[in-house]
């Protein structure tokens, strides 16, 4: 699992400067897609939800290692349950 040094919280520390290269189809799909933040908001924001997915990915592992993998029928249930429950949240808020 990541130690310390590499955790990140949203908005923690100071604004540093990068040069970064996109592919041709990526930055014009970026500048339909910005707001008032700007492109360097948004590529930000991009990589500190890749940061968190990174770290869930590595609890999940840390988890597995101890606990072995989870059963497939269960998660199916899960799933469905919390599908159902997030559709009917939506339906009670239209």
Do not use: Y
């Amino acid at each position: 699992m990541a130690d310390d040094s590499t955790s990140c919280s949203r908005g923690d520390g100071l604004n540093s400067g990068i040069s970064v290269s996109l592919t041709d189809g990526t930055l014009p799909a970026i500048q339909g897609r910005v707001d008032e933040r700007g492109i360097s908001a948004q590529l930000g924001e991009a990589a500190q939800h890749q940061i968190e997915r990174d770290n869930l990915d590595e609890l999940l592992a840390d988890f597995e290692s101890v606990n072995g993998p989870a059963d497939p029928a269960a998660v199916a249930i899960k799933q469905t349950l919390l599908t159902r429950a997030a559709s009917a949240g939506a339906d009670s808020t239209a």
